[in-house]
């Protein structure tokens, strides 16, 4: 079974910065992309980042210039380093793995629970 595991939220002050990872676990055959979602109370989830297997990123613009993504050799495990934050930044922060667990199998979704991202003074 293949799960998606979002760390490194936190209560952090205007200006900080914080660095999320996101790691998937259990058998997965391919991973073709992985991405940063984020919704807000209230809001509705909106795309933050992406990179695929490749190494390509891309960017929301609330995010470019100040955020990354990026991922480790086995692209297992993806970072969003988050610089420059804002009061606006707020809200959950999920991982989504678009990957197929079998080489036979359709690509699909696997999403992670979150981590709380809080931009306060």
């Known amino acids: 079974q293949v799960q998606v595991v979002e760390s490194g939220g936190g209560l952090v002050q205007p200006g900080g910065s914080l660095r999320l990872s996101c790691r998937v676990y259990g058998s997965i055959h391919s991973i073709y992309a992985m991405y940063w979602y984020r919704q807000a109370p209230g809001k509705q989830r909106e795309f933050v980042a992406a990179i695929t297997s490749v190494r390509a990123a891309n960017y929301a613009d609330f995010a470019s210039g100040r955020w990354t993504i990026s991922t480790i050799d086995n692209n297992n495990t993806i970072y969003l380093q988050m610089n420059n934050l804002k009061p606006e930044d707020t809200a959950t922060y999920y991982c989504?793995?678009?990957?197929?667990?079998?080489?036979?199998?359709?690509?699909?979704?696997?999403w992670g629970q979150g981590t709380q991202v809080t931009v306060s003074s």
């Open positions: 989504d793995t678009r990957g197929a667990e079998t080489q036979a199998a359709l690509p699909r979704d696997y």
